[in-house]
């Protein structure tokens, strides 16, 4: 009878350490997939201003944002993703031919930063 017991109790044992590996595995997982959408993101931002040639708000020198539900399409309503693009200072002789600025993808539900991304693009010499 008692070796009974003990071999349900280490059953229960393992059979915890189990579960708490699947609900580990699983937020792991989903946080994953969060990041991954959010780098996509910024990736795409960081695209526009440079096919553009300029920042997404239409003016070099202003931030802009913009708000994503969470399959990482654009929504103005229930966002799941806030995308903010700022622009950066570039040193001189730089500044004429140069222009930089920073893309940053947070959880809107918690306010995290979840990916950010630096780049630059040429800008047009008249």
């Known amino acids: 009878m008692m070796e009974q017991m ?4 280490v059953f229960a044992l393992a059979a915890a350490l189990c579960m708490r590996a ?15 959408i959010a780098v996509l ?16 708000g239409g003016a070099e020198t202003e931030p802009y944002t913009v708000y994503y539900d969470a399959g990482g399409f ?3 309503t229930d966002p799941a993703y ?5 622009p950066l200072e570039v040193e001189e002789p730089l500044a004429q031919t140069l222009a930089k600025a ?6 809107e539900a918690t306010g995290k930063e979840l990916y950010h ?5 040429q800008r047009e010499v008249s």
């Open 102 to 107: 920073v893309v940053r993808t947070f959880d």
């Open 74 to 76: 654009r929504t103005e």
């Open 117 to 121: 991304l630096e780049f630059a693009w």
């Open 82 to 86: 806030r995308v903010q693009v700022e």
């Open 41 to 56: 993101l910024c990736e795409n931002a960081a695209e526009s201003c440079k096919g553009m040639q300029k920042l997404g």
């Open 22 to 36: 699947f609900v580990l595995s699983s937020s792991l997982s989903e946080e994953a997939e969060r990041r991954d």
């Open 6 to 9: 003990v071999m349900i109790l």
